[in-house]
Nanobody, 123 residues
Framework: QVQLVESGGGLVQAGGSLRLSCAAS????????MAWFRQAPGKEREFVAV????????FYADSVKGTFTISRDNAKNTGYLQMDSLKPEDTAVYYC????????????????WGQGTQVTVSS
């Protein structure tokens, strides 16, 4: 079992930055990748970014490529999502997820989820 706890969300003006953290605990050795998803009101949860836990390979949704950066610190068992140049359309609840057993961009592939952290970008 893996437990995930997100932090770092909040209210920020358009053009600002936030850094989300996802602290993992439990059977860390089972994690092969960690991802971030987001869900805006009335919309489905969508893929944002993913990083392989060992080699650091990354992949981003087109909508955040160039403005968001995913990273991880294996020593701290923590993943991060640095969000720059934020826009109002980035407003959503952000979730971290770990240990996919299928396609890494599909939310159905992930076995473990955090509780989510709210990000609100004002115009």
């Amino acid at each position: 079992q893996v437990q995930l706890v997100e932090s770092g969300g909040g209210l920020v003006q358009a053009g600002g930055s936030l850094r989300l953290s996802c602290a993992a605990s439990g059977t860390i050795c089972s994690i092969n990748a960690m991802a971030w998803f987001r869900q805006a009101p009335g919309k489905e949860r969508e893929f944002v970014a993913v990083i392989s836990w060992s080699g650091g390979m990354t992949f981003y949704a087109d909508s955040v490529k160039g403005t968001f950066t995913i990273s991880r610190d294996n020593a701290k068992n923590t993943g991060y999502l640095q969000m720059d140049s934020l826009k109002p359309e980035d407003t959503a609840v952000y979730y971290c997820a770990a240990d996919p057993n299928g396609t890494w961009v599909a939310r159905g592939s992930y076995n473990y989820w955090g509780q989510g952290t709210q990000v609100t970008v004002s115009s």
